[in-house]
Structures are given as C-alpha cells and as structure tokens.
C-alpha cells in the first residue's frame, strides 16, 4: 500500500526535474547559437560558469570558441533572447558586475 504513494512521488520529482534539465539543455543551445552568430563562427563554442540572474531572465556566464584559448564573458536575456558581449556594457554590469551578486 505505501508503495504506490512512494512511486508516485519520485515518478513526479522525476518528471519536475527532467523537464528542468531539459529546458537548461535548451537555453544552453539558444546561448551558444547566438555566439556563433554574433562571433560569425561555425566552431564548437564551450560554455562555462553560468549564473541564472534576475530570477531566470537572465544568464552570466564565459565563453570559449575552439579556436581561441582564454573564455570571454557574456550577459544572456533570456526573456528577450538577447546577448551581450561587451563588459562594460549598462545591461552586463547591472546584470552580471560584482555589485549585481551581493
């Protein structure tokens, strides 16, 4: 009898955080689609270090082309799907600076 309840519950934790991974996967593609398209390149681009900010609507993170050897930084808005390269942009240091985390 305890077990239906107990099957139940990890088959629903299973489904929560399966759907999670999932769409992390998806935005992770949607990130480094807009690199390749913003840096012109069709290399591999590695991802590295990344911080959900604003709630989720934003992601912080570094970046890596298989060509180059050192990652650069990036601001991505999720809601509006827009990336930004530029460190010392208003929407990357009021999204990702030091002062934004604390």
Same mark, same amino acid.
């Given at each position: 009898?305890? *077990?239906?309840? +107990?099957?139940?519950? *990890? /088959?629903?934790?299973?489904?929560?955080? $399966? $759907?999670?991974?999932?769409?992390? =996967?998806? +935005? =992770?593609?949607? *990130?480094?689609? /807009?690199? /390749?398209?913003?840096?012109?390149?069709?290399?591999?681009?590695?991802?590295?270090?990344?911080?959900? +900010?604003? @709630? $989720? @609507?934003? *992601?912080?993170?570094?970046?890596?082309?298989?060509?180059?050897?050192?990652?650069?930084?990036?601001? @991505?808005?999720?809601?509006?799907?827009?990336?930004?390269?530029? +460190?010392?942009?208003?929407?990357?240091?009021?999204?990702?600076?030091?002062? /934004?985390?604390?």
């Amino acid at each position: 009898m305890i *077990i239906v309840p +107990v099957i139940g519950t *990890i /088959a629903l934790a299973a489904l929560i955080f $399966g $759907g999670q991974a999932i769409s992390d =996967d998806s +935005v =992770d593609g949607e *990130i480094q689609q /807009a690199l /390749a398209t913003s840096l012109d390149t069709s290399s591999a681009i590695e991802l590295q270090n990344l911080q959900e +900010v604003q @709630y $989720g @609507y934003g *992601i912080c993170g570094a970046y890596k082309t298989a060509d180059d050897d050192g990652y650069a930084s990036f601001f @991505y808005d999720t809601s509006r799907k827009r990336l930004t390269l530029d +460190v010392n942009s208003r929407e990357y240091t009021s999204n990702c600076g030091l002062s /934004a985390i604390c």
